[in-house]
């Protein structure tokens, strides 16, 4: 049997989303070599090292290029831009953490980047590949509940990180709650629900003071379909009942993802039936890295656009930066011309 070339990867920032990768590399370490772990510092490097015989520890993401091929770049997000920049000058091929950076000129250096590098850049919007997410979108597509007109997601969690974290400031961050962890769900609703039309965001910072920006989000937007779609996500959650939970409300039924038990379920009047389940995957409240790691060396090998390719991630990000500029004017916030297909190779709007 022919033995399959791995690739050789180094992960940029060691932190706790940098641990939780690390733990889920199982699946892939016969096409994978961790050959590095980055941090300023260096424990922290040294113990995402520790995961993986071999690899090195280092606080200079430079000092690891002749040792790579492929770079995962786990930092703060206003890190993405200068260092992504770097790997992808040095001829490495990057899965992002999201967002894939904080400004548009920033978010369009990395995409020519990487058409100049003939690289791949993917962004880890990894509900994307969630088992229970793609049997919502494999049931929604199927349309065999009829037609949708009303998806809610909701994400309840408690967020708290040290007097001095880089997520507290919006500088740093990008914006608030809805920029850092609703980008997810922006992303999923424009993939679930197509160009959206207009959309209002309110947030707050009541409850989570520690938040320069809003801890708080909830977002309502309307699609070209007529649908509209609705995300509500907070990091002040002391307790909850929903927890990560969504609701796709269709003219036949109510298809419910619900992630504290892993399942799929379809509601019609007083009637609940699983359609179905994540038993046997990875635990449901995890974070499916690992099929997104998958889907990145699989892109790297056949040359092929990632599902969470640079471009829709740009788009998901317009929709939030007009949702915060409207929310500022204290109006609605249009936003036509910024769906899925009216993007051009380089990630600039089309015509």
Request: charged share 25%; with cysteine.
């Amino acid at each position: 049997m022919r033995k399959v070339k791995k690739h050789r990867l180094a992960i940029i920032g060691c932190g706790g989303m940098a641990e939780a990768h690390a733990q889920r590399f199982n699946r892939v370490l016969h096409r994978v070599e961790v050959v590095a772990a980055v941090d300023v510092i260096p424990d922290r490097a040294r113990a995402v090292a520790g995961h993986f015989p071999g690899a090195r520890a280092a606080t200079d993401h430079r000092d690891v290029f002749d040792d790579c091929d492929a770079a995962l770049l786990v930092l703060p997000h206003h890190l993405h831009h200068p260092i992504g920049l770097d790997f992808l000058a040095a001829g490495k091929h990057v899965l992002m953490e999201k967002p894939l950076a904080n400004t548009e000129p920033q978010c369009l250096d990395l995409i020519r980047a990487s058409i100049k590098a003939r690289r791949t850049l993917m962004v880890a919007y990894c509900m994307r590949f969630h088992p229970l997410v793609l049997a919502l979108k494999e049931a929604l597509d199927s349309r065999a509940y009829g037609d949708l007109f009303q998806m809610s997601l909701w994400t309840e969690q408690f967020s708290k990180y040290d007097d001095a974290s880089w997520v507290h400031h919006a500088a740093t961050l990008g914006g608030g709650q809805l920029f850092s962890h609703g980008c997810h769900y922006i992303d999923l609703l424009l993939w679930f629900l197509g160009r959206p039309v207009e959309g209002a965001h309110i947030g707050t910072n009541l409850g989570t003071p520690w938040m320069e920006r809003e801890g708080t989000s909830h977002v309502t937007i309307r699609f070209e379909s007529g649908a509209v779609g609705y995300h509500a996500g907070t990091w002040g959650a002391r307790g909850s009942r929903l927890g990560y939970s969504f609701h796709a409300h269709c003219t036949e039924a109510m298809i419910e993802a619900r992630f504290a038990s892993g399942r799929l379920y379809r509601h019609k009047g007083d009637k609940e039936e699983v359609l179905f389940a994540t038993e046997g995957e990875t635990h449901h409240m995890q974070k499916p890295t690992d099929n997104e790691m998958i889907h990145f060396l699989d892109c790297i090998e056949s040359g092929k656009q990632p599902l969470t390719d640079p471009a829709s991630s740009l788009q998901s990000l317009r929709v939030i930066w007009r949702l915060y500029e409207a929310e500022d004017r204290k109006t609605i916030a249009h936003l036509r011309g910024l769906g899925l297909d009216q993007v051009d190779e380089n990630g600039m709007l089309k015509t």
